[in-house]
């Protein structure tokens, strides 16, 4: 410990301080040397230029508490990475400060050494040290940050002019001590306050007073004057044993320490370290070492770029509590009553620290017999060992075969049973008295007969014997179901092949769920397939409206530009069944790709079934008959009726088609039903829910596996060509989704086909179905603007129009519309608006139109609607009427009229709530 040095040191101190040639002469050498410093400087130059690190110790080499501090210094600094080269200079300041003329010649002396030295920082230690920077730094170190230490009073506005300067403050604080000596002392009733020529101890006991009041009112607390040994002897010598004696400062501990260690009869407590160790029982010391340490560390950051005036004075380092092992011996104290950390001086050495070599020798000599005994005993209780070793490990092996969760057999050379394990025979459900036998053609014929290729088994086995290094792997079957994993490898002792041992491992339940894995694969296969075309068809579809709107629409007007007895009329009429075929085939297509919008109500199928095999049977050949069978008791389903309607006709069709014109039976039933596990596994939103059933059965041809697994792909069909589109069934798939419901098929070839459409069932009453509208009349003379990015489109629009009676303009384009509305504000009572055009959408250019022109009617006209999200835009928009795509003359000339008059509406409405 660092404290063990500070005895000798204060012993080497004294002698250095009793010469009195020192001490008279020491202003003459530093004449000689501010003679010499030239020279020196100039030799020293190149070492001082490379050197960043300056420090000021005040007093001399023989003061213990300066020594004390430049160890904690050099310690950090060699200990930085990389370390820190330092320059160490005592100025041999004796007393409290220099006189002015030492002053001067120091000044002049470090002038001449350090004339070419570019210190970056300065560590100070002490006041004179501080004081002398402080007057002297910019003429010498102008360059150099300052850090010190060991200064007890310092005042911060020294550094309001002075950036280059923070340091540690030295907190003389005697509380610590006094608490260890309540520690230590419990029964302390009286405390000695030891003071010296600096007055220092009444600001001691006042800050005893001020910091611990209670403690202070239980322990009399004493100032006592001691200028002479006579004094101080006699103030400690006849102290009572609930005394102690506290050192406020070192001039005591130097001059007469040990004696008045020896001479007081109580505990006595120091303040510094290494300065009082030697004149007291312990304390919690100010430790020059740690300043220093402090000092350095603050000077590090000053060298890695870190300016003085951002870093803020240390108040204070903690102090390390000491004792001396003799004196805690001496006054009987407790050692478990000392703060964790504490350091104890002059401990006593242990006898293997006193007589190493000796305690060596025993201890090897021990060691020795010891190990001598240990053999002997290991060498006589070897034979013991030995005789169980092997019945333990056979032990052990049987227990760890039958813990394994694989059944292992093993065989010798010539297939002998040499044994196996308890998972072999519950694998193989081996009785116990074929256990017990051990008859291996017995055991043979046993497993043989529980598997389902036996010949291929033993076939096998016997090219396996064949070749006794080989290893091999095969899957057996059961005939109950059971699949294992069976393993062999070769078993040997020596190098040599002695036997093979068979493992087998019940693999069913993973062969299982590997088997339900692929059949869930393959369904995530066909449904990621059926998005992608569902994704295509919707977007064909969208864009075959805009054909469509353009060829239905002239199929319009030029059937209707000619008389009804011409010839030519005839040819029109077919163009418009053609197109609106096509038009019905957009609709399925979009609403099997669920981008058609359809209004669910709370309904009965069976008046929806009735209609649907009422015009059924008006298709369907004679030959075939058609059975229907309704419970007028199932629940009410939430439906779209016109889209269950479709898929009840396309079953029906498709199954007229599969009796391929021979007679048959078509049966349609509607029942209620229970979803059973299969079926609530594979569609989940079913579990739990009562549902109606659909079932639509037929006599016909049937279809194989593969066939049953495209049936509902888009645009996949048996018929030939021109005989269907292959969206029926799709279109079937398409419409149950939509209804949250579930479709599934049953056939196989030459025995017919039965499809099942599970609806859930609502509670509530169904809704009565709504007059159909009456057909909608011309409009009123209106100024119209169409807008429309598709030039046939925009053509037959306008056309249409005019020949409606309406003053028709129409623009190419969202742009050139808008233009001409900024133009004429109140130019037109109604704007037609496609929704999907290049530069803007029919939303964005209604909401244009609504702020150009309130006043006036918007139409949307779009292809398709999809989630209903335009619908509502359009509502908060304010958009009176959407016109599908592609609309006859009678829908577009109704969509204006129903516009007009609801903007007309609409602006009465805003003068009556104005007035």
Same mark, same amino acid.
């Given at each position: 410990?660092?404290?063990?040095?500070?005895?000798?040191?204060?012993?080497?101190?004294?002698?250095?301080?009793?010469?009195?040639?020192?001490?008279?002469?020491?202003?003459?050498?530093?004449?000689?040397?501010?003679?010499?410093?030239?020279?020196?400087?100039?030799?020293?130059?190149?070492?001082?230029?490379? %050197?960043?690190?300056?420090?000021?110790?005040?007093?001399?080499?023989?003061?213990?508490?300066?020594?004390?501090?430049?160890?904690?210094?050099?310690?950090?600094?060699?200990?930085?990475?990389?370390? &820190?080269?330092?320059?160490?200079?005592?100025?041999?300041?004796?007393?409290?400060?220099?006189?002015?003329?030492?002053?001067?010649?120091?000044?002049?002396?470090?002038?001449?050494?350090?004339?070419?030295?570019?210190?970056?920082?300065?560590?100070?230690? !002490?006041?004179?040290?501080?004081?002398?920077?402080?007057?002297?730094?910019?003429?010498?170190?102008?360059?150099?940050?300052?850090?010190?230490?060991?200064?007890?009073?310092?005042?911060?506005?020294?550094?309001?002019?002075?950036?280059?300067?923070?340091?540690?403050?030295?907190?003389?604080?005697?509380?610590?001590?006094?608490?260890?000596?309540?520690?230590?002392?419990?029964?302390?009733?009286?405390?000695?306050?030891?003071?010296?020529?600096?007055?220092?101890?009444?600001?001691?006991?006042?800050?005893?007073?001020?910091?611990?009041?209670?403690?202070?009112?239980?322990?009399?607390?004493?100032?006592?004057?001691?200028?002479?040994?006579?004094?101080?002897?006699?103030?400690?010598?006849?102290?009572?044993?609930?005394?102690?004696?506290?050192?406020?400062?070192?001039?005591?501990?130097?001059?007469?320490?040990?004696?008045?260690?020896?001479?007081?009869?109580?505990?006595?407590? =120091?303040?510094?370290?290494?300065?009082?160790?030697?004149?007291?029982?312990?304390?919690?010391?100010?430790?020059?070492?740690?300043?220093?340490?402090?000092?350095?560390?603050?000077?590090?950051?000053?060298?890695?770029?870190?300016?003085?005036?951002?870093?803020?004075?240390?108040?204070?380092?903690?102090?390390?509590?000491?004792?001396?092992?003799?004196?805690?011996?001496?006054?009987?104290?407790?050692?478990?009553?000392?703060?964790?950390?504490?350091?104890?001086?002059?401990?006593?050495?242990?006898?293997?620290? @006193?007589?190493?070599?000796?305690?060596?020798?025993?201890?090897?000599?021990?060691?020795?017999?010891?190990?001598?005994?240990?053999?002997?005993?290991?060498?006589?209780?070897?034979?013991?060992?030995?005789?169980?070793?092997?019945?333990?490990?056979?032990?052990?092996?049987?227990? %760890?075969?039958?813990?394994?969760?694989?059944?292992?057999?093993?065989? !010798?050379?010539?297939?002998?049973?040499?044994?196996?394990?308890?998972?072999?025979?519950?694998?193989?459900?081996?009785?116990?008295?074929?256990?017990?036998?051990?008859?291996?053609?017995?055991?043979?014929?046993?497993?043989?007969?529980?598997?389902?290729?036996?010949? %291929?088994?033993?076939?096998?086995?016997?090219?396996?014997?064949?070749?006794?290094?080989?290893?091999?792997?095969?899957?057996? @079957?059961?005939?109950?179901?059971?699949?294992?994993?069976?393993?062999?490898?070769?078993?040997?002792?020596?190098?040599?092949? &002695? =036997?093979?041992?068979?493992?087998?491992? !019940?693999?069913?339940?993973?062969?299982?769920?590997?088997?339900?894995?692929?059949?869930?694969?393959?369904?995530?296969?066909?449904?990621?397939?059926?998005?992608?075309?569902?994704?295509?068809?919707?977007?064909?579809?969208?864009?075959?409206?805009?054909?469509?709107?353009?060829?239905?629409?002239?199929?319009?007007? =030029?059937?209707?530009?000619?008389?009804?007895?011409?010839?030519?009329?005839?040819?029109?009429? *077919?163009?418009?069944?053609?197109?609106?075929?096509?038009?019905?085939?957009?609709?399925?297509?979009?609403?099997?790709?669920?981008?058609?919008?359809?209004?669910?109500?709370?309904?009965?199928?069976?008046?929806?079934?009735?209609?649907?095999?009422?015009?059924?049977?008006?298709?369907?050949?004679?030959?075939?008959?058609?059975?229907?069978?309704?419970?007028?008791?199932?629940?009410? &389903?939430?439906?779209?009726?016109?889209?269950?309607?479709?898929?009840?006709?396309?079953?029906?069709?498709?199954?007229?088609?599969?009796?391929?014109?021979?007679?048959?039976?078509?049966?349609?039933?509607?029942?209620?039903?229970?979803?059973?596990?299969?079926?609530?596994?594979?569609?989940?939103?079913?579990?739990?829910?009562?549902?109606?059933?659909?079932?639509?059965?037929?006599?016909?041809?049937?279809?194989?596996?593969?066939?049953?697994?495209?049936?509902?792909?888009?645009?996949?069909?048996?018929?030939?060509?021109?005989?269907?589109?292959?969206?029926?069934?799709?279109?079937?798939?398409?419409?149950?989704?939509?209804?949250?419901?579930?479709?599934?098929?049953?056939?196989?070839?030459?025995?017919?086909?039965?499809?099942?459409?599970?609806?859930?069932?609502?509670?509530?009453?169904?809704?009565?179905?709504?007059?159909?509208?009456?057909?909608?009349?011309?409009?009123?003379?209106?100024?119209?603007?169409?807008? !429309?990015?598709?030039?046939?489109?925009?053509?037959?629009?306008?056309?249409?129009?005019?020949?409606?009676?309406?003053?028709?303009? *129409?623009?190419?384009?969202?742009?050139?519309?808008?233009?001409?509305?900024?133009?004429?504000?109140?130019?037109?009572?109604?704007?037609?608006?496609?929704?999907?055009?290049?530069?803007?959408?029919?939303?964005?250019?209604?909401?244009?139109?609504?702020?150009?022109?309130?006043?006036?009617?918007? &139409?949307?006209?779009?292809?398709?609607?999809?989630?209903?999200?335009?619908?509502?835009?359009?509502?908060?928009?304010?958009?009176?009427?959407?016109?599908?795509?592609?609309?006859?003359?009678?829908?577009?000339?109704?969509?204006?009229?129903?516009?007009?008059?609801? *903007?007309?509406?609409?602006?009465?409405?805003?003068?009556?709530?104005?007035?």
């Amino acid at each position: 410990m660092r404290f063990e040095r500070s005895p000798e040191l204060i012993a080497a101190a004294a002698s250095r301080r009793r010469s009195t040639v020192w001490a008279h002469f020491h202003e003459l050498i530093l004449v000689l040397l501010v003679s010499l410093a030239g020279p020196l400087a100039a030799a020293a130059a190149g070492e001082d230029a490379q %050197t960043p690190v300056l420090i000021l110790i005040s007093r001399s080499p023989a003061d213990s508490w300066a020594v004390a501090e430049l160890d904690g210094m050099l310690h950090v600094l060699d200990a930085a990475q990389p370390p &820190v080269r330092a320059v160490v200079e005592y100025m041999d300041v004796q007393g409290g400060t220099a006189r002015p003329e030492y002053d001067a010649d120091l000044l002049e002396y470090y002038r001449g050494k350090f004339a070419r030295g570019q210190f970056r920082v300065v560590l100070a230690a !002490d006041e004179p040290a501080l004081a002398f920077l402080i007057a002297h730094h910019d003429e010498l170190f102008p360059q150099a940050q300052v850090a010190f230490c060991g200064i007890t009073k310092f005042d911060e506005q020294l550094r309001s002019d002075r950036p280059w300067l923070t340091g540690v403050i030295e907190n003389a604080d005697p509380t610590p001590s006094f608490r260890l000596a309540l520690k230590l002392q419990p029964h302390l009733a009286r405390l000695i306050i030891l003071e010296d020529s600096t007055m220092s101890g009444r600001g001691n006991k006042v800050h005893i007073e001020r910091e611990m009041p209670e403690e202070a009112k239980r322990v009399s607390l004493e100032l006592v004057r001691a200028d002479t040994a006579h004094a101080l002897f006699s103030a400690v010598e006849n102290l009572e044993p609930n005394s102690a004696v506290l050192l406020t400062r070192a001039q005591v501990a130097r001059r007469m320490g040990p004696e008045l260690l020896a001479r007081c009869p109580v505990p006595i407590y =120091g303040q510094r370290s290494p300065t009082h160790v030697g004149a007291m029982l312990g304390g919690a010391l100010i430790d020059g070492e740690r300043h220093g340490e402090a000092a350095a560390q603050l000077g590090l950051r000053l060298l890695a770029g870190e300016p003085a005036a951002n870093i803020p004075t240390v108040p204070g380092v903690a102090p390390r509590v000491v004792v001396d092992y003799a004196q805690m011996q001496r006054f009987k104290l407790p050692f478990a009553a000392l703060p964790p950390g504490a350091d104890i001086l002059n401990r006593p050495r242990h006898v293997w620290e @006193e007589h190493p070599r000796t305690a060596r020798a025993v201890l090897a000599a021990f060691g020795f017999l010891s190990i001598l005994a240990g053999w002997l005993a290991w060498a006589l209780a070897q034979k013991r060992r030995n005789a169980t070793a092997l019945k333990t490990s056979l032990s052990l092996l049987n227990a %760890t075969l039958d813990a394994s969760f694989d059944g292992v057999l093993v065989v !010798d050379t010539n297939g002998k049973v040499s044994g196996f394990n308890r998972r072999f025979a519950e694998l193989w459900a081996i009785p116990r008295e074929l256990v017990e036998h051990r008859d291996d053609a017995e055991l043979l014929t046993f497993v043989l007969d529980q598997l389902k290729d036996p010949d %291929t088994f033993l076939e096998r086995v016997r090219k396996l014997y064949a070749t006794p290094d080989a290893e091999s792997f095969e899957t057996i @079957e059961f005939k109950d179901g059971r699949v294992f994993d069976r393993r062999s490898r070769p078993q040997r002792l020596d190098e040599k092949t &002695v =036997g093979r041992v068979w493992t087998f491992a !019940d693999i069913t339940a993973r062969r299982a769920a590997e088997d339900a894995h692929r059949r869930l694969e393959a369904k995530l296969a066909h449904t990621h397939r059926l998005e992608a075309l569902v994704t295509l068809a919707g977007g064909i579809a969208h864009d075959f409206n805009n054909l469509l709107a353009a060829i239905l629409g002239y199929a319009h007007l =030029g059937r209707d530009s000619l008389a009804k007895d011409e010839p030519a009329r005839a040819d029109f009429d *077919a163009v418009v069944k053609a197109s609106e075929r096509a038009r019905d085939l957009v609709h399925q297509i979009l609403t099997f790709s669920r981008q058609s919008p359809f209004e669910r109500r709370v309904i009965q199928l069976g008046p929806v079934i009735h209609d649907a095999v009422r015009l059924l049977r008006a298709t369907t050949p004679a030959a075939v008959e058609i059975q229907c069978e309704i419970d007028d008791a199932a629940g009410t &389903v939430l439906a779209d009726s016109s889209q269950v309607h479709q898929a009840i006709l396309n079953l029906g069709t498709n199954a007229v088609h599969a009796v391929q014109g021979r007679p048959g039976v078509i049966s349609v039933r509607l029942e209620p039903v229970e979803i059973g596990p299969q079926l609530a596994d594979e569609h989940p939103a079913l579990r739990d829910r009562a549902c109606v059933c659909v079932t639509v059965r037929d006599t016909g041809c049937g279809m194989d596996a593969e066939t049953l697994r495209r049936v509902f792909d888009p645009f996949f069909t048996t018929k030939a060509p021109g005989e269907g589109t292959g969206l029926g069934l799709a279109m079937v798939h398409g419409i149950v989704q939509n209804h949250d419901g579930a479709v599934t098929l049953d056939s196989a070839p030459g025995e017919g086909t039965t499809a099942r459409l599970y609806f859930p069932i609502v509670d509530l009453p169904a809704a009565s179905e709504p007059p159909p509208d009456a057909p909608p009349a011309s409009p009123r003379a209106q100024r119209v603007l169409v807008i !429309d990015d598709e030039v046939a489109v925009l053509r037959v629009a306008e056309l249409t129009l005019r020949r409606l009676g309406c003053e028709t303009t *129409a623009c190419h384009g969202p742009v050139a519309a808008l233009a001409r509305l900024r133009e004429q504000p109140s130019g037109f009572d109604v704007v037609i608006t496609d929704l999907n055009m290049p530069e803007m959408t029919g939303i964005e250019v209604a909401t244009e139109v609504r702020r150009i022109c309130p006043e006036t009617a918007i &139409v949307l006209a779009t292809g398709f609607l999809g989630d209903g999200a335009v619908e509502q835009r359009a509502a908060q928009i304010g958009i009176e009427e959407i016109v599908a795509k592609p609309f006859s003359p009678a829908t577009l000339g109704a969509a204006v009229r129903r516009a007009a008059e609801k *903007a007309h509406a609409r602006r009465e409405g805003e003068l009556a709530a104005a007035s």
